[in-house]
């Protein structure tokens, strides 16, 4: 088993960063890749970026490149979302996630450990 600890979100205005910390502990070794999901109210939930727990390789969405960068730190078994020039529409509950399968993946049913969750609300 896995267990994700989400902290870092919070109420900023557009234009602002912020950075999200995930903490894993548990049978760690056994994940290949971490991500970053969102939900905004009303809408479905939402890839936001993707790290390989090796390599490092990563993957974003079309709608936070050049904004948002994931980063890892294994010493540590945490992985970050750094976030900035945020917008409104960026306002969303963060989960993130562990796959102990894929490395890559984009697809939230390849991920079997999430957190809690925490909200991020940008203002205008």
């Known amino acids: 088993q896995v267990q994700l600890v989400e902290s870092g979100g919070g109420l900023v205005q557009a234009g602002d960063s912020l950075r999200l910390s995930c903490a894993a502990s548990?049978?760690?070794?056994?994940?290949?890749?971490m991500g970053w999901f969102r939900r905004a109210p009303g809408k479905e939930r939402e890839f936001v970026a993707t790290?390989?727990?090796?390599?490092?390789?990563?993957e974003y969405a079309d709608s936070v490149k050049g904004r948002f960068t994931i980063s890892r730190d294994n010493a540590k078994n945490t992985w970050y979302l750094q976030m900035n020039s945020l917008k409104p529409e960026d306002t969303a509950v963060y989960y993130c996630?562990?796959?102990?399968?894929?490395?890559?993946?984009?697809?939230?049913?390849?991920?079997?450990?999430w957190g809690q969750g925490t909200q991020v609300t940008v203002s205008s």
């Open positions: 548990g049978r760690t070794f056994s994940i290949y890749a």
């Open positions: 790290v390989a727990w090796r390599g490092g390789t990563t």
């Open positions: 996630a562990a796959s102990t399968y894929y490395s890559g993946s984009v697809n939230p049913n390849t991920y079997g450990y």
